[in-house]
């Protein structure tokens, strides 16, 4: 019921930005958190940073001060602004939306993922 696009992935070099940005679409009712995860190679997924529909974020403490999410409510978008990029950012990165899709009905979704490689 909730498709997510992400877009903005791509190859950089360390020290350098890039800017993740996921557009929610679909039928559901409101959407309560969007924000965006990472899996590199081998390892689990982990979140990267979250924001509330109020506005309340949660960031990995792995990319404080260096990224930033900011979210449209109105447009149902989120981004993420990614600086001083590491070679140890380099995952795919996800999408995520938890969502209210019916009374008393949540759900979490997932966009497709998108590449970001930094170099060394």
């Known amino acids: 019921q909730v498709q997510l696009v992400e877009s903005g992935g791509g190859l950089v070099q360390a020290g350098g930005s890039l800017r993740l940005s996921c557009a929610a679409s679909?039928?559901?009712?409101?959407?309560?958190?969007m924000g965006w995860y990472r899996q590199a190679p081998g390892k689990q997924r982990e979140l990267v940073a979250a924001m509330a529909r109020g506005g309340v974020t949660n960031y990995a403490d792995s990319v404080k001060g260096r990224c930033t999410i900011s979210r449209a409510n109105a447009k149902n978008t989120v981004d993420l602004q990614m600086n001083s990029l590491k070679p140890e950012d380099t995952a795919v990165y996800y999408c995520n939306a938890v969502a209210a899709i019916g009374l008393g009905v949540i759900r979490t979704y997932w966009g497709q993922g998108t590449q970001v490689t930094v170099s060394s």
């Open positions: 679909g039928s559901f009712f409101s959407i309560n958190s």
